[in-house]
């Protein structure tokens, strides 16, 4: 897919479609790592593991209970 760079309040912004970002399961709401190797530039979402999302889990379980 091909898209422009747009400016925008003086920065340089991509729109990314929404089924783009529904295909990497991503929204507005998304933080996300931004990375270069001088050519491209690649956005990493980043996601708590599965561990941490069942400790956390375990954690709130265990505070409901007191």
């Not at 003086?10 to 783009?20: A, H, I, K, P, R």
Request: proline content about 2%.
């Amino acid at each position: 897919m091909r898209q422009k760079l747009t400016m925008i309040d003086g920065n340089l912004v991509v729109q990314f479609n929404e089924d783009l970002l529904r295909a990497a399961h991503m929204d507005g709401d998304t933080e996300v790592e931004v990375s270069t190797d001088g050519e491209s530039i690649t956005l990493t979402p980043l996601r708590e593991s599965k561990q941490t999302t069942k400790l956390k889990a375990i954690d709130l379980a265990a505070f409901a209970k007191k």
